[in-house]
């Protein structure tokens, strides 16, 4: 390697160590809620033509019904979504949920400590 291409390896390894922005893929505040709502969307509880909320249960505004204090279906699932990340649940103070997202199909087995 000549050393041209040696000194803008270097740089560019300078450059993705120090000069790099901070990335945020996952966030129990955003993105698990956000996935809650868009699974609850495309299943029998969300999607169009789906009736289960509706006719079966009765909430006749499916997943924006209002349940409690002005608090929609969809806004509970979103919360319960963060909840189970944020380890803790208002009842019992410390929990570990979370742990229970684990599962390896090759073993049939979760998240073993």
Same mark, same amino acid.
């Given at each position: 390697?000549?050393? !041209?291409?040696? +000194?803008?390896?270097? @740089? ?6 120090? %000069?790099?922005?901070? &990335?945020?893929?996952? *966030? ?27 006719? !079966?249960?009765? +909430?006749?505004?499916? @997943? ?6 002005? %608090?929609?279906?969809? &806004?509970?699932?979103? *919360? ?34």
């Amino acid at each position: 390697m000549n050393m !041209k291409k040696y +000194f803008l390896l270097i @740089l560019l390894v300078i450059n993705l160590f120090f %000069i790099s922005t901070n &990335t945020f893929a996952f *966030s129990d505040v955003e993105t698990h809620p956000k996935i809650t709502e868009n699974a609850a969307e495309q299943s029998i509880f969300g999607c169009t033509g789906c009736y289960y909320l509706k006719d !079966k249960l009765g +909430f006749k505004k499916g @997943l924006d019904e209002v349940v409690e204090s002005e %608090i929609t279906i969809r &806004t509970l699932l979103m *919360s319960g979504a963060q909840t189970e990340d944020s380890g803790t649940l208002p009842s019992s103070g410390i929990c570990f949920r979370g742990l229970d997202h684990f599962y390896d199909p090759l073993t049939q087995k979760g998240l073993e400590l």
